[in-house]
């Protein structure tokens, strides 16, 4: 299995609800920031949330209010609860790991494969 595992994408109406989860492997779980991007066809990935082994958490300005990432730490694995959905959040979400931070220029040094999640009317 990947180091990073998504979980939970599916079509899901505006407004509706939808979580995600990423199962982390141990040794990365344990210190790394932690997160979620989204990319859609032709553009980049971009940073949604972040949470750090305390549980602080971190959020771009288009989802905050209406996003919430948390962490179990009893199975290594961290959720995207989405709220109010709109057609603008579909895109494949990836769970992302690093070091130091999401938002290196670099890019995060571990990546999952990506869940989709569809929107529709």
């Known amino acids: 299995q990947g180091q990073l595992v998504e979980s939970g994408g599916r079509l899901a109406q505006v407004g509706s609800s939808l979580t995600l989860s990423c199962r982390v492997s141990g040794d990365i779980f344990k210190t790394y920031s932690l997160g979620w991007f989204r990319q859609v066809p032709g553009k980049e990935r971009q940073w949604i949330a972040a949470i750090s082994s305390r549980r602080f958490t971190s959020y771009a300005e288009h989802v905050r209010g209406r996003f919430t990432i948390s962490r179990a730490n009893a199975v290594n694995t961290i959720s995207l609860q989405m709220n109010n959905l709109t057609l603008e959040d579909a895109g494949v979400y990836y769970c992302?790991?690093?070091?130091?931070?999401?938002?290196?220029?670099?890019?995060?040094?571990?990546w999952g494969r990506g869940t989709q999640v569809t929107v529709s009317e």
């Open positions: 992302a790991a690093d070091s130091v931070s999401l938002e290196v220029q670099r890019g995060p040094k571990y």
